[in-house]
């Protein structure tokens, strides 16, 4: 069954200033079109598009909250830290998002490498095409493997070679998440836990996870995203409540390709979680 409903706010959107399919500008478009009036870019590991999206935002009427998604890494398990508020320009932040880039570009040869001795042909050119910094993330490489006819479709290029556990993972030194929460408050953002259920973690681990957040200073958990099943809405609910944190909404949204998942689109929040929102300074408002 289908729970998700048209929203005034996403908090949780990509483009190719990371490993989205839209231009900044286009995806505030999408936002628009779709009837949303409050929206955050939060691409991985970078900021890049925010002053694109600033402009489209004001021509299109509506509201961009500045974002970005920190890549980190809690034991064995690759985790997300979005950014919403965040000031671009802090210099702390730049310069830890520049690692953070540099990180990408010796993994994406180190991930080629891999690809190259399971005896694949050589697409990380073609990867590096059109991705920032030409430094392909790993939904690059899926689209160069479909591109080259290794893969029918990009999730088969994960689920083969680029997921954890298959032959092209490669295993990155990121941030712990505390860090990632110390910079984006740096930046004067909120800290946000992207997608508790996509880590695969048991449930006592997944709640050490977010008391180990909520400890160094995050504050929000993303409660819906979409295609968000009720059962795990309702569990991060309860520990929005046990931990004191405020909850997040955000589509996740990558771009056309993946039809089910549409911009401005998720599940209610819960009503007894209490909305990021107002800790960045935004009301409520009608879609
Ligand atoms: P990276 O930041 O390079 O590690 O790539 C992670 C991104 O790959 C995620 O943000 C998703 O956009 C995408 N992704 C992760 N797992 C899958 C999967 N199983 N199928 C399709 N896309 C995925
Ligand atoms: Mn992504
Ligand atoms: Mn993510
Ligand atoms: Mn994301």
């Not at 890494?73 to 953070?100: K, T």
Request: hydrophobic fraction near 45%; proline fraction near 6%.
């Amino acid at each position: 069954m289908n729970h998700n409903l048209p929203s005034w706010i996403d908090l949780h959107r990509h483009s190719t200033a990371s490993d989205g399919e839209l231009a900044a500008a286009a995806l505030m478009d999408a936002a628009a079109d779709a009837g949303v009036r409050v929206a955050a870019l939060t691409d991985h590991d970078s900021v890049a598009g925010l002053a694109e999206a600033r402009a489209a935002a004001a021509q299109r009427g509506l509201q961009l909250v500045n974002g970005v998604e920190i890549s980190c890494r809690s034991d064995a398990h690759d985790i997300h830290v979005v950014g919403l508020g965040i000031d671009p320009e802090c210099p702390l932040l730049q310069e830890r998002l520049g690692a953070q880039m540099e990180r990408r570009r010796q993994r994406a040869q180190q991930i080629a490498q891999r690809l190259a001795k399971l005896g694949l042909p050589d697409v990380l050119a073609q990867a590096a095409e059109g991705a920032p910094q030409g430094i392909p993330a790993r939904p690059h490489f899926a689209r160069a493997l479909v591109a080259a006819g290794v893969c029918r479709q990009e999730k088969d290029a994960f689920a083969k070679y680029l997921a954890q556990g298959k032959p092209a993972y490669v295993k990155t030194e990121w941030p712990g998440v505390e860090e990632a929460v110390a910079w984006i408050r740096a930046a004067g953002g909120i800290a946000v836990l992207a997608h508790p259920h996509r880590y695969k973690m048991t449930r006592t681990r997944l709640e050490r996870l977010i008391r180990q957040f909520a400890e160094a200073g995050g504050q929000a958990l993303e409660v819906v995203s979409a295609n968000q099943d009720p059962a795990s809405v309702r569990q991060l609910a309860g520990f929005c409540t046990r931990y004191q944190l405020t909850a997040s909404q955000g589509s996740d949204y990558h771009g056309p390709s993946m039809r089910w998942v549409q911009v401005g689109r998720m599940p209610a929040l819960p009503s007894e979680c209490r909305p990021v929102w107002p800790l960045l300074g935004i009301q409520e408002l009608s879609a």
